[in-house]
């Protein structure tokens, strides 16, 4: 008998325009996991709601996230591809698994305390249970694996946490996950600072390359990072960080490994490499962002494949939250 496929889940948030850095961190894996797993992607518009958004820009957020999903080759006859807000059990299991969770592990976590710094003004409940809703996410879909950047370690240890509770407490009901880190591009630098995350909501303009940009744009940006005072293309994070953060980014934009990059490099000044580095990527994004154009311009089909895929979801994800509202007692006619 053909042993069933291990689940794979993940989301991300319709939030600003995609990096680079989203694309190598989870994106790039995505259509190569469809052929040995059950794949589900979602967009997390809830999770987008936790800082302030405009509607419709939202809104039309949603539909071209879902479009690039499609332009880098996740096919929906075989994969599922939803949208959270359009399956209720993400809310309805978040609200359960609240009351397994404590206050304190939720103010402890970095992502809380760094976009409650960003956002003073509004620090809301739903910034502070974004884990839990996230949890949930997971946790609806009895989900294997979950390929993510290194950002999301936090969240996904938390998720696991609240899973082997519940199963604690109540019974063995969800599958604890375990994440799936790229060896290469799992933490892409911003151009400008190569120390900190390359982030879509970062406001220079120079330190992120959007998924949207032109090739003139991309040559620009790549042209102005920071690199340091040697003239060695040599991958050390330490030492240098610039330099390896391009060499990341060359690596998963032109297929390479880091050492075939390197020594593709060898002797070569940092102008040509920079070059290099941005034809890589323009050169990777142009197909994308045309397939991304084409697929906007059928509001129709997409709406057609977001119904299908929360039909599909909705049917494994009202499974799960049954059997959790049966354990816990919720009262069931
Ligand atoms: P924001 O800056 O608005 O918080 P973000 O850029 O961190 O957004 P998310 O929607 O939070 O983007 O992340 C989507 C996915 O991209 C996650 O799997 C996350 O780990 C990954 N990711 C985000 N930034 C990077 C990066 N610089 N390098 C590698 N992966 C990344
Ligand atoms: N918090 C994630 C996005 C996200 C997610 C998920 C990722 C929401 N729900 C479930 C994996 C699984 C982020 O990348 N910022």
Redesign the pocket.
């Known amino acids: 008998m053909e042993q069933e496929k291990k689940r794979v889940?993940?989301?991300?948030?319709p939030t600003n325009n995609l990096t680079i850095g989203n694309y190598a961190g989870t994106i790039r894996s995505w259509r190569a996991l469809q052929s040995d797993y059950d794949c589900i992607f979602a967009v997390?518009n809830m999770?987008a709601l936790t800082v302030r958004q405009d509607p419709s820009v939202l809104r039309a957020r949603t539909q071209s996230l879902v479009a690039l999903y499609l332009a880098c080759g996740v096919d929906p006859a075989q994969t599922i591809v939803y949208v959270q807000s359009h399956v209720p059990c993400h809310a309805e299991l978040c609200w359960a698994l609240n009351t397994v969770t404590y206050v304190g592990e939720m103010e402890r976590m970095t992502q809380f305390k760094d976009k409650s710094a960003k956002h003073a003004d509004n620090i809301n409940m739903g910034l502070m249970d974004y884990p839990v809703l996230?949890a949930a996410?997971?946790l609806l879909y009895k989900a294997d694996l979950?390929p993510?950047g290194e950002d999301?370690r936090q969240?996904l240890e938390i998720a696991r946490d609240i899973a082997q509770r519940f199963n604690n407490l109540y019974s063995p009901t969800f599958t604890v996950p375990e994440g799936l880190f790229g060896k290469v591009g799992a933490k892409i630098c911003d151009l400008q600072d190569p120390v900190k995350k390359m982030s879509k909501s970062c406001e220079n303009p120079n330190s992120s390359v959007f998924l949207t940009d032109d090739k003139d744009t991309i040559m620009r940006k790549f042209k102005r990072a920071v690199t340091d005072s040697d003239s060695q293309v040599r991958y050390d994070p330490a030492a240098k960080p610039g330099v390896s953060n391009l060499l990341s980014i060359y690596s998963v934009f032109a297929d390479k490994s880091i050492e075939e990059s390197e020594k593709q490099f060898r002797g070569v000044g940092y102008g040509d490499f920079k070059l290099a580095v941005g034809e890589a990527v323009a050169n990777r994004l142009a197909p994308i962002q045309s397939e991304q154009a084409k697929l906007l311009a059928d509001k129709s089909y997409l709406d057609g494949v977001m119904k299908d895929g929360a039909e599909r979801a909705q049917a494994i994800a009202r499974k799960t939250l049954s059997k959790v509202y049966k354990k816990m007692g919720l009262y069931q006619i």
């Open positions: 889940y993940t989301a991300i948030q997390a999770h996230m996410d997971i979950v993510v999301q969240h």
